[in-house]
């Protein structure tokens, strides 16, 4: 319990200097912009790759990611059928609702937490690797359906290779399968960059905070709310319940499990919404909630679970 608290004032700290920074205009209004493009494209995948190349390749299919997976698929269902059973929005709009209550921030908040909390990145590559190129291409395809009506299938397919997460996570996957060994000097570099991830997403979350206002339109409050209850204290449950009970899965691993699915709605969720104009409010509400209230959330998983 010392090492979970120990990680979560860690990243508290880092959180709080980055509203900090952002507060007081370091770096200009596109400070927290610039940061999350470089985690994007250059540390986080450097991290991943780095952790998987050389993790053993039997963790990536754990029963873990599985467990957290089902998670997000029941909260996604679940709020798709309450939405149509008390508040009814067209299908673009409620596929946002749906990914708001049950697509994971596995980028700017997973990894931190998988490091300092869970002990290690390589947690986060199973189910990043599913809700990347399983559950986001599914969404787009309703998205672009629903708004234009039509299918760009060469988006839906090549939105998953151009992902650089994707890309770093499936090279390391296969450095580690083949039982390559990584050159030293290489190795130092990609290590040098992949320590940069935690501290940018952090501090770039923190500059996010300064002057966010969520559920200030009525009509979206019934929406936010569920989905932000969903990610928050459903998810996790849910997948607490899968992995002990259908996994019977124990100890640590349970507990890495139930913070896998109380991780807060991706802010990949915002850029969806505002790629097609659909949405916006319930995305930037519900990831800007999920986001504040996961952290005592995961707090009480750990409580609970360790």
């Given at each position: 319990?010392?090492?979970?608290l ?8 880092v ?6 920074v952002?507060r007081?205009?370091?770096g ?8 999350n493009?470089?985690a994007?494209?250059v540390?986080?995948p450097?991290l ?10 039997r ?12 998670a ?19 299908a673009a709009?409620t596929?946002?609702?749906?990914l708001?209550?049950?697509?994971s ?14 002990g ?7 189910v990043?690797?599913?809700?990347l ?11 672009d ?6 299918v ?14 994707i ?6 996957v296969?450095?580690?399968?083949l039982?390559?060994?990584i050159?030293?000097p290489?190795?130092?570099?990609f290590?040098?960059?992949?320590g940069a991830?935690?501290?940018v ?14 559920l200030?339109?009525?009509g979206?409050?019934?929406?936010v ?9 459903l ?12 996994f ?11 913070v ?7 802010q990949?969720?915002?850029?969806f ?5 659909r ?6 509400d519900a990831v800007?909630?999920t986001?504040?209230?996961s952290?005592?959330?995961i707090?009480?998983i ?5």
């Amino acid at each position: 319990m010392l090492g979970v608290l120990t990680g979560f004032g860690i990243i508290a700290f880092v959180i709080a200097v980055g509203y900090v920074v952002g507060r007081i205009g370091v770096g200009g209004p596109q400070a927290g912009y610039v940061l999350n493009r470089i985690a994007f494209f250059v540390t986080n995948p450097a991290l991943l790759f780095t952790v998987l190349a050389k993790e053993d390749i039997r963790t990536v299919g754990s029963g873990v990611g599985l467990a957290a997976n089902l998670a997000a698929v029941a909260a996604g269902v679940l709020f798709l059928l309450l939405s149509r059973l008390f508040f009814p929005r067209p299908a673009a709009r409620t596929t946002i609702g749906v990914l708001s209550a049950s697509y994971s921030n596995f980028n700017n908040i997973g990894i931190p937490v998988a490091v300092y909390v869970l002990g290690s990145a390589a947690y986060v590559a199973p189910v990043l690797l599913v809700q990347l190129i399983i559950f986001a291409p599914i969404a787009l395809t309703v998205l672009d359906v629903t708004s234009r009506g039509r299918v760009s299938l060469r988006d839906i397919v090549l939105n998953p290779v151009r992902n650089p997460m994707i890309i770093a996570s499936l090279a390391g996957v296969v450095v580690a399968a083949l039982g390559w060994r990584i050159p030293g000097p290489v190795d130092s570099a990609f290590t040098l960059l992949g320590g940069a991830a935690v501290p940018v997403v952090l501090m770039a979350f923190g500059m996010s905070l300064h002057g966010s206002a969520p559920l200030r339109a009525r009509g979206a409050r019934a929406e936010v709310i569920v989905a932000s209850a969903f990610k928050v204290i459903l998810m996790p449950l849910v997948g607490w319940a899968i992995a002990r009970f259908g996994f019977h899965i124990t100890g640590h691993q349970l507990f890495v499990t139930a913070v896998l699915s109380g991780l807060p709605a991706a802010q990949n969720v915002y850029n969806f919404a505002a790629r097609y104009e659909r949405g916006e409010i319930v995305a930037r509400d519900a990831v800007l909630l999920t986001t504040i209230f996961s952290v005592p959330a995961i707090f009480v998983i750990a409580l609970l679970l360790t």
